[in-house]
């Protein structure tokens, strides 16, 4: 808040106990959701541009995504899309796949999920199982390439 701002509130004489609004921040809210067809576009464009504080609107059919930024509640976004298209809509589940560890462990890889990205995991139970534990760690760098200390059999 800049300093007008906070004297505009403490001087603030048109009602006696008014609540501070709270300002929606600038967002991008990226949204899973089918597109089938040039149509399917379309609708899913337009169920969300008039939405009030949208800025831009992106949609990815290749990837079936819809990119909404603004100064939106990304629970509305998804709600409105879901009930304007009637298809079924959520948040975007999926991280570029160099951000995780192991992209390949149980729960995080996705055969569905788009060329570049892997499921998004915060449940502690998967990110554990995708951890190796430190005598994993001495086994396989014995006999790794990389390690100049490896054993010399191989």
């Known amino acids: 808040m800049g300093a007008l701002d906070h004297l505009s509130n403490i ?19 990226e949204i899973k959701i089918k597109i089938d067809c040039e149509g399917c576009e379309r609708k899913v464009r337009r169920s969300v ?4 504080g949208v800025t831009s609107v992106d949609v990815s059919a290749k990837q079936n995504k819809l990119t909404v930024t ?18 079924k809509a959520e948040l975007w589940p999926y991280v570029p796949y160099d951000v995780v ?8 890889y996705d055969k569905k999920a ?7 995991a915060d449940d502690p139970q998967v990110s554990q199982l995708a951890r190796a534990t430190s005598t994993e760690v001495r086994y396989t760098t014995a ?8 054993c010399v059999v191989m």
């Open 11 to 29: 001087f603030d004489c048109s009602s006696g106990h008014s609540k501070l609004k709270k300002r929606k921040q600038l967002q991008t809210v």
């Open 49 to 52: 541009e008039g939405m009030k």
């Open 70 to 87: 603004g100064y939106v509640d990304p629970e509305k976004v998804v709600a409105r899309v879901a009930h304007r298209t009637g298809k």
């Open 101 to 108: 560890e192991h992209p390949y462990a149980p729960g995080v």
């Open 114 to 120: 788009p060329a570049g990205y892997v499921r998004k």
């Open 143 to 150: 006999f790794s390439d990389e390690n100049p200390a490896a």
